[in-house]
Nanobody, 113 residues
Framework: VQLQASGGGLVQPGGSLRLSCAAS????????MGWYRQAPGKQRELVAT???????NYGDSAKGRFTISRDNAKSTVYLQMNSLKPEDTAVYSC????????WGKGTQVTVSS
C-alpha cells in the first residue's frame, strides 16, 4: 500500500488547511485510515482516524477544529483543519491499517504569523 499525502504548507494562526491522503488501493480494503503528527522534539500523536464504516475518532487537540472524511471513489482521506494554532505545527503523516501499518511520507504544516 502506498500513501501520498499532500496539502501542507504555511498558514497564519486562525487559518485553515485541508490535507489529502491518496491510497494506491481501494480504501474499502483498509480497516482504518488516519492522520498522525509529530512536532520537533515530541512524540508522534494521533490527530484523527476513520474506519471503513465511517466511524471517526479524534485526538484531544483536534476535537472541534479538525474533521476527517473519506472519498471512497477517489481512495482518498481528507483532514480539514480549521482555527489552526501555532502548536499545530508539525509533520502530518497518513496511516493505513490493514494487517500491518502503512505510512506515507509526511507533509509539513507550519502555523505562524
Amino acid at each position: 500500500v502506498q500513501l501520498q499525502a499532500s496539502g501542507g504548507g504555511l498558514v497564519q494562526p486562525g487559518g485553515s488547511l485541508r490535507l489529502s491522503c491518496a491510497a494506491s488501493i481501494s480504501i474499502f480494503d483498509i480497516n482504518v485510515m488516519g492522520w498522525y503528527r509529530q512536532a520537533p522534539g515530541k512524540q508522534r500523536e494521533l490527530v484523527a482516524t476513520i474506519t471503513r464504516g465511517g466511524t471517526t475518532n479524534y485526538g484531544d487537540s483536534a476535537k472541534g477544529r479538525f474533521t476527517i472524511s473519506r472519498d471512497n471513489a477517489k481512495s482518498t482521506v481528507y483532514l480539514q483543519m480549521n482555527s489552526l494554532k501555532p502548536e499545530d505545527t508539525a509533520v502530518y503523516s497518513c496511516n493505513a491499517r490493514l494487517r500491518s501499518d502503512y505510512w506515507g511520507k509526511g507533509t509539513q504544516v507550519t502555523v505562524s504569523s
